[in-house]
């Protein structure tokens, strides 16, 4: 199955400032989710994007979506150490039961 | 509390024992999903499961099984066929109709 690609691998920044990561996936999507994932623990969706949705806003967070370069990136602003985490791009195609294909993630850093 | 469980969170196996992983929730979800994380990889779909009693195999379903005799459980069981099983597992559900993947904690199998 597809998968999607974030970028950058590894982001590392200081509080305050916005982190921005990327995603390509490489087929037709319903729609779009980012997953935030602490080390060793499950993942937490944070937010969702239809195919026929260019931009959402949830609290800190947002994201964009451009179905003709199959791409999407998610904008933290004033980033907090407690974001410290990996965050991943997963795309639904409708297809095996709805599951999810997911990208290799970007791990964030934010120090103090 | 409404959740997904899995156990236990660490397991150890010697090569050639089959070991089974296990995945609780009390959701009221239909559709349940197994994913195998390597390090610094995204998460790679085993089996899913849209009903009780029924099941498909995901993209890298060779050495593994699963059973779904109750709504609430879906078992995994790794085998001795599983050339290279040492990996965290995670569980997830999905609402009907809904697009959101609830993921449990994780399992982490290592092989000895």
């Known amino acids: 199955s597809q998968q999607g690609e974030e970028d950058p691998q590894a982001l590392s920044i200081q509080e305050g400032e916005n982190a921005t990561m990327n995603c390509s996936y490489k087929?037709?999507?319903?729609?779009l989710q980012w997953y935030r994932q602490n080390s060793g623990r499950g993942l937490v969706h944070l937010i969702l994007?239809?195919?026929?949705?260019r931009e959402k806003h949830s609290g800190r967070l947002r994201v964009t979506l451009d179905t003709s370069k199959k791409s999407s990136s998610l904008l933290i602003t004033a980033s907090r150490a407690a974001d410290t985490a990996s965050y991943f791009c997963?795309?639904?195609?409708?297809?095996?039961?709805?599951?999810?294909?997911f990208g290799k993630g970007t791990s964030l850093l934010v120090t103090p | 509390d409404g959740g997904i469980t899995q156990s236990p969170k660490y397991l150890f196996r010697k090569e050639g024992q089959n070991v089974t992983l296990s995945c609780e929730q009390n959701?009221?979800?239909?559709?349940m999903y197994w994913y195998r994380q390597d390090p610094g990889q995204g998460l790679r779909l085993i089996y899913y499961?849209?009903?009780?009693?029924?099941?498909q195999k995901g993209d890298i379903a060779e050495g593994y099984s699963v059973s779904r005799e109750k709504k609430e459980s879906f078992p995994l069981t790794v085998t001795s066929a599983q050339k290279n099983p040492t990996a965290f597992y995670l569980c997830?559900?999905?609402?009907?109709?809904?697009?959101?993947?609830?993921f449990g904690p994780g399992t982490r199998l290592t092989v000895l």
């Open positions: 994007i239809r195919s026929n949705e």
């Open positions: 997963a795309t639904d195609d409708g297809n095996s039961g709805y599951a999810l294909n």
């Open positions: 959701l009221n979800h239909d559709a």
């Open positions: 087929t037709s999507i319903n729609n």
């Open positions: 997830a559900s999905r609402i009907p109709g809904g697009d959101t993947q609830y």
């Open positions: 499961s849209q009903i009780v009693n029924d099941f």
